[in-house]
């Protein structure tokens, strides 16, 4: 379930990015390169996610780190300065436009992967987690 709403939300931010980047690039470039920056966070995570393996493991770690941190940097830039970001991005207003997802599911994503590495799925010899995802 986990690998199918980071890949739902892969899709979304890519298309989201795709059309503010060829539509209106020079209105927002720092916020429409933010949401391309969120797409491809969202596919690193996606593929990570589902892999497995001690490299995918720490890949995906990676990337829900970084998609947290980008969520509550993006989110608090946005309350301080509205004017840093004239247009929304995925992670404006900590996701606000997504319904928070964005903010939940990086929490959601770095609480599966502990829970997996807790299990012995990150440290078998074999090379990490079991494959599948959620």
Do not use: K
């Amino acid at each position: 379930m986990l690998v199918a709403v980071y890949a739902i939300f892969a899709l979304a931010a890519g298309a989201r990015a795709g059309v503010q980047i060829a539509t209106n690039f020079a209105e927002a470039p720092v916020a429409y390169a933010l949401s391309a920056f969120a797409a491809a966070v969202y596919v690193l995570a996606t593929v990570a996610l589902a892999l497995g393996g001690r490299t995918s493991f720490r890949v995906a770690v990676a990337a829900c780190s970084v998609e947290l941190a980008g969520v509550l940097v993006v989110g608090t830039l946005g309350l301080a300065d509205p004017a840093a970001f004239p247009d929304e991005t995925v992670w404006s207003g900590y996701g606000r436009g997504y319904g928070f997802v964005p903010l939940v599911l990086p929490v959601l994503g770095l609480l599966w992967l502990r829970r997996t590495a807790r299990s012995g799925g990150g440290t078998r010899a074999d090379g990490g987690r079991p494959a599948g995802g959620a």
